[in-house]
């Protein structure tokens, strides 16, 4: 994909596409818009560039849909030369180019982008026509064409900032898109019904002092943190993992703070918070412009490494008059590790339970709502959530973990109202699974970043 190409090649790519472009004119009579990249020096496809390109395609066809603007034909052509979208449209070449004009400058990847637009009758709208002004030098910001003109910047200097612009784009973006899919996967997680002992549609499980408003108001003030959580990772890739982690629980320190602020003092996300912090923390360290990493078992095993040698150290300091909370005094008393012991493992509840019976569930026909339902009682039935044995004790939570792996035996995928059975039970026992609860968000969340819906 990625090799240098003769000015010979490039010309020829130019009358193919002016042969496409006529082609498209005579059998459809109709507006033509030519989209591809400016890309200057002889390389002209990349990872990088292609997914620029894409990115520009899908925001054209998703304009060309808003407006109502019929696509009656389309050719693809990705060539080492460079990447062409040709469109026939439906609609006038005025409000056409409109559009494409509004999208060159939306944003300053827009700026690498060349949306031509033909008339019916073959003749090349002028930005000018509908009002756009011209074209500022991606390098100095110069408006107009003279920089080009005179060759004012070198090749490399034009290659650096294109690089940067597509790089600085995508980080935001997908930065944008973690922090929307967490907050996603927290209010899919609570609306998730039924969910034994826990708050959701039906019910607030074994809680008297949150309900579904609590969790949605959490899921709202955290929204920004997993940016951030993202953010420390990208800077921080080059770092030993025990780095990024350090600042990470610093960070989650202040997510804690906006979220005690949102609920009025409950504990609704702690968990989430380090959990999902991690994963977005991980994300960042393993990200790449070209293509962040999706595939959850790198993205886990990356948490892994980042939490491992803090953890270990936490537990080996641990002793009778150290352990204060309800989680360090089980681990001492039943080496229940929690949370904190899946983060050291890169969260094989996430890997190995929820994420693939989700899936499972999921390509079973079943709703997403119902596969998540049936991941969390997987994770129950691990036995290992500290919050179940502080609240129940251990023994009840021994037998509603037991309880629920014995449905799974019967039925892997089981009916929503046997699930909601088990929910009355655990109300009554006083149990919340609420680490299985994160889990299940961080399976949502992988689930929705993997793109496997």
Known sequence: ??????????????????????????????????????????????????????????????????????????????????????YAVGGTATEIKTLCTSIEDSSPLGRLFDMDVLDAGGRKLDRAEVSGGPRNCIVCGAPGKGCSSRRVHTV??????????????????????????????????????????????????????????????????????????????????????????????????????????????????????????????????????EAPCREPGAILSECAKMAAPSIRSHFAALDGESARTAGQKLYLERGITGARGEAAQGFPGVRDHALPRLKDALLAGRSWNDAGAIALLHLIARGTDTNMAARGGPEKAKKAAEDCARLLERCPLPEMGDIARLDQEFIRDNLSPGGCADLLAAALFLCRWEEFL
């Not at 019929?70 to 050719?75: A, D, F, Q, W």
């Open 1 to 86: 994909m990625e090799r240098e190409v003769a000015l010979m090649e490039v010309l020829e790519a130019r009358e193919a596409r002016v042969r496409q472009q006529n082609i498209f004119l005579e059998q459809h009579g109709a507006p033509v818009v030519s989209f591809t990249l400016n890309i200057a020096g002889p390389v002209k496809d990349s990872p990088l560039i292609r997914r620029a390109f894409y990115w520009g395609q899908d925001q054209l066809e998703a304009g060309l849909r808003a407006s109502s603007l019929p696509v009656l034909s389309r050719n693809l052509m990705l060539l080492p030369t460079g990447c062409t979208a040709l």
């Open 156 to 289: 490399e200097e034009l290659q650096g900032a294109t690089r940067r612009i597509m790089e600085e784009h995508f980080a935001a973006a997908d930065r944008e898109q973690i922090s929307a899919l967490v907050a996603q996967a927290l209010l899919d997680e609570v609306c998730t019904t039924p969910k034994p002992g826990l708050v959701d549609r039906a019910n607030n499980g074994s809680h008297r002092d949150m309900d579904i408003f609590t969790f949605t108001a959490s899921a709202a003030a955290l929204t920004p943190y997993w940016g951030r959580c993202f953010q420390t990772g990208r800077e921080t890739a080059a770092l030993p993992p025990a780095e990024t982690f350090s600042l990470l629980k610093r960070a989650g320190q202040g997510a804690e703070r906006a979220m005690f602020a949102a609920t009025g003092g409950v504990n609704t996300h702690k968990g989430a918070i380090f959990t999902l912090g991690l994963i977005c923390g991980a994300v960042g360290r393993l990200w790449r412009a």
